[in-house]
Every structure is written in C-alpha cells, then in structure tokens.
C-alpha cells in the first residue's frame, strides 16, 4: 500500500513537471451574447504540448488514473515532427486537475497561473452557470492576460462602453478607465474584488 503511495505522489510530481515545462494554464475567451455584462464567456483551459506521444500519453494515462479526463490532438507541419496538445477545459476537469498538480509546481509564473486558474473556476463553480462575472472574475482574467503579454485593449475597450451603459446592472460598480491602460484597469478593478488581499494584486499594483 505504501509503494502504491509513493508511486502515485511520484506521478503527480513527475506530471507536474511536465505540466511546468511544457504546460499552459490560461484563461480564454470568446464572444458570447449570454454574458450581457461583459460580452464575453472566459474559458479555463490547460494544456499540454510536445513532440514526445509517448510523454504525453503517460501524462494521460496519469491523468485517467484520478479520474481526470482529457483529449489529445495531433498538429502537423510539413518539415516539421508532429506535435501532440493534450487539452483539458471545463470547471470540473480544471479544478481537479490543479488540485492535483498544484502542490508540486515551483516556479513562480506557473504558481500564479494556477492559483489564479483555479480561483476563477472555484468561483464560477459556486454560482449559477450564466451568472455575470464579478469584478474580482474579470480582473483574475485580465491579470493572467498581462502576466503572458496578450494584448487586452479591444476587450477593455467593449467592456467600459457596456459597464458604462449598464452601470445599475450590478450592486458592485466597477471602477474601470477607458483610457487604454492596462495596468490602470487592473487597479480600478482590483479596488473592489472579492477578495482583499492578493499577492498577485499587490505585485500589479507595484509595478
């Protein structure tokens, strides 16, 4: 029983190694009329990318021992080796998976994006499944967006004008600029989040 033990811990460090390495935790989106607030629906996707199938089928088969599942796709260049994405999405899927792997990542983008991941789906977990998202919801999407230098402007841009037109929609008003800075955005919105303390707000907030 104990060998069964260690031989699982060891898998999930091993697989949270792969997933630090080779791994993306993000936070995508795409436009979505059911979210009248934002105009957008965020999806929480990890993914896992590399030309070694058989690293990406242990990781699989890791995966499928804690009843995790997840699909692999094959991308094929010409000149190049075939490369193989392991994917997952959904909140359940997500969760489970950070709840796995997140007490043995070490490096501190990845531990960020993986608290940060897993609070989003926490959080959409305990509402209601078109609910709005909250400010501190939007602003974990913005946040991770800066962090891998994705561009934003577009979306604040649509997001002020719609606040702007719906300001009573929800009891917390966004405090949200329409000056096109990022960083200038993430601090209004980090002035009424749902949570008061953030390691990652402060670190924004900083510089």
Same mark, same amino acid.
């Given at each position: 029983?104990?060998?069964?033990?260690?031989?699982?811990?060891?898998?999930?460090? &091993?697989?949270?190694?792969?997933?630090?390495?080779?791994?993306?935790?993000?936070?995508?989106?795409?436009?979505?009329?059911?979210?009248?607030?934002?105009?957008?629906?965020?999806?929480?996707?990890?993914?896992?990318?590399?030309?070694?199938?058989?690293?990406?089928?242990?990781?699989?088969?890791?995966?499928?021992?804690?009843?995790?599942?997840?699909?692999?796709?094959?991308?094929?260049?010409?000149?190049?080796?075939?490369?193989?994405?392991?994917?997952?999405?959904?909140?359940?899927?997500?969760?489970?998976?950070?709840?796995?792997?997140?007490?043995?990542?070490?490096?501190?983008?990845?531990?960020?994006?993986?608290?940060?991941?897993?609070?989003?789906?926490?959080?959409?977990?305990?509402?209601?499944?078109?609910?709005?998202?909250?400010?501190?919801?939007? &602003?974990?999407?913005?946040?991770?967006?800066?962090?891998?230098?994705?561009?934003?402007?577009?979306?604040?841009?649509?997001?002020?004008?719609?606040?702007?037109?719906?300001?009573?929609?929800?009891?917390?008003?966004?405090?949200?600029?329409?000056?096109?800075?990022?960083?200038?955005?993430?601090?209004?919105?980090?002035?009424?989040?749902?949570?008061?303390?953030?390691?990652?707000?402060?670190?924004?907030?900083?510089?």
């Amino acid at each position: 029983m104990d060998n069964q033990r260690g031989k699982a811990e060891r898998d999930l460090e &091993w697989l949270a190694g792969i997933f630090e390495g080779e791994g993306c935790f993000s936070l995508d989106y795409s436009s979505r009329a059911t979210q009248p607030r934002s105009g957008i629906q965020i999806i929480p996707r990890i993914i896992l990318t590399n030309t070694d199938h058989s690293m990406v089928d242990e990781a699989l088969r890791i995966l499928h021992s804690h009843d995790v599942d997840g699909f692999v796709e094959t991308k094929l260049t010409q000149g190049r080796k075939p490369c193989y994405n392991l994917t997952l999405h959904g909140m359940k899927r997500v969760k489970r998976l950070l709840e796995l792997v997140q007490p043995y990542l070490r490096t501190g983008n990845k531990q960020a994006d993986a608290q940060d991941l897993r609070e989003f789906v926490e959080s959409r977990l305990s509402k209601e499944r078109k609910a709005p998202y909250s400010d501190r919801e939007l &602003w974990l999407f913005f946040a991770m967006r800066e962090r891998h230098g994705h561009a934003s402007f577009g979306i604040l841009r649509d997001l002020h004008a719609r606040l702007r037109r719906k300001p009573d929609e929800d009891k917390v008003q966004p405090s949200v600029k329409a000056d096109g800075s990022l960083q200038r955005v993430l601090r209004g919105l980090q002035r009424v989040p749902d949570r008061e303390q953030d390691p990652t707000a402060e670190k924004l907030r900083g510089g």
